[in-house]
């Protein structure tokens, strides 16, 4: 499967994003997605991801309550998984990347996925 990340951009804090993760080559429910963030000089982290089952997601304790992950993929309607985030702060200023694996549930690590996106750049300013 490939990914493309895309809905970055230059934002203002407190404002709203979505950002898509939209598939091609093999349908996105059939895996586990997962969503990281990686600020400049820091380590890619997790910040949510949605098992294949079609289960509720989980999101890292730092983003819970602003961070909203949802997938439009059932029968492959958009092929796509999202990032909701509200009430952007500067601190949320990275690149954000979709992953994708097969795995038998959602993993927190970067190097348990197999496939990427590209990243997508979300600069929140204050």
């Known amino acids: 499967v490939q990914l493309q990340a895309s809905g970055g951009g230059l934002v203002q804090a407190g404002e709203t994003l979505r950002l898509s993760c939209t598939g091609s080559g093999d349908t996105l429910s059939r895996y586990n997605m997962g969503w990281f963030r990686q600020a400049p000089g820091r380590e890619r982290e997790f910040v949510g991801g949605?098992?294949?089952?079609?289960?509720?997601?989980?999101?890292?304790d730092s983003v819970k309550g602003r961070f909203t992950i949802s997938r439009d993929d059932r029968d492959n309607p958009k092929n796509t998984v999202y990032l909701e985030i509200k009430d952007l702060r500067p601190e949320d200023t990275a690149v954000y990347y979709c992953?994708?694996?097969?795995?038998?549930?959602?993993?927190?690590?970067?190097?348990?996925?197999?496939?990427w996106g590209q990243g997508t750049l979300v600069t929140v300013s204050s």
């Open positions: 992953a994708a694996n097969r795995g038998l549930w959602i993993d927190k690590l970067a190097s348990q996925y197999d496939y």
């Open positions: 949605v098992h294949r089952s079609g289960g509720g997601p989980s999101y890292a």
